[in-house]
């Protein structure tokens, strides 16, 4: 399956900024990382909504059919998660950024957006 991605650049700069974001809770910097990805997709911005935790703590992000977009806060993602790493949020940020962006074969694909928005970033800072 071929993906279309944003340049090496414009990914480094939403990695970047969802980095800036998980250190600092600037909200700017989360709206301006989503906001860059929706731009690229020609898509309007998902409404994301925090929380502590959703599903007893079981899940660590959900996405809707309505473009809803459900996402622990970085502060509760430090406390009390077995996997509380900084790239580990990031990457469930891709993950449900993914299906909000492809909604055939969600899954898979939200994987693969993922794993490939991270390739080649931690190359060149």
């Known amino acids: 399956m071929r993906m279309i991605l944003p340049s090496l650049k414009e990914r480094r700069v939403v ?17 301006k990382a989503i906001s860059t990805l929706c731009r690229f997709y020609h898509l309007k911005n998902p409404r994301v909504e925090w929380f502590e935790y959703i599903d007893w703590g079981k899940t660590a992000g959900k996405t809707y059919e309505n473009g809803q977009i459900y996402l622990i806060h970085p ?11 900084e790239r580990g949020w990031i990457n469930t940020v891709y993950h449900e ?19 490939r928005m991270v390739r080649g970033i931690n190359n060149h800072k």
């Open 75 to 85: 502060e509760n993602w430090k406390k009390g998660r077995k996997y509380n790493s």
């Open 15 to 31: 990695d970047r900024l969802l980095s800036s974001f998980f250190h600092q809770y600037r909200p700017y910097d989360f709206k």
């Open 97 to 115: 950024m993914g299906h909000y962006i492809f909604w055939a074969d969600a899954e898979t694909k939200a994987d693969k957006f993922a794993c």
